[in-house]
Nanobody
């Protein structure tokens, strides 16, 4: 089993930056790690994910502004968020997915608010 703990959320002005971290317990390497977000009244959506080979995928709305990375030695995945917009306001969730084994885990979420 994998436990995920997010940190780094907060209030930031438009155009500002934040870095989210997700620390994982348990075996981390075999999982595709992802960041999702859910805004009020909207469905949860994929922001970005990264495989253990470093292949990344991004939502079109965040390309060029948000960067996902992982440090397998520290069992941690990051989301560097630059040029933030009010529409980035949401709860951000960390996800660990290992489809072949049928495992999927979520963190508790961290709030990101972009407002002046």
């Amino acid at each position: 089993q994998v436990q995920l703990v997010e940190s780094g959320g907060g209030l930031v002005q438009p155009g500002g930056s934040l870095r989210l971290s997700c620390a994982a317990s348990g075996t981390f390497f075999f999982y595709v790690m992802g960041w999702y977000r859910q805004a009020p009244g909207k469905q949860r959506e994929l922001v970005a994910d990264i495989s253990n080979s470093g292949r990344t995928k991004y939502a079109d709305s965040v390309k060029g502004r948000l960067t996902i990375s992982r440090d397998d030695a520290k069992n941690t995945v990051y989301l560097q968020m630059n040029s933030l917009k009010p529409e980035d306001t949401a709860i951000y969730y960390c996800n660990a997915d290992r489809k072949i084994a049928g495992y999927n885990y979520w963190g508790q979420g961290t709030q990101v608010t972009v407002s002046s």
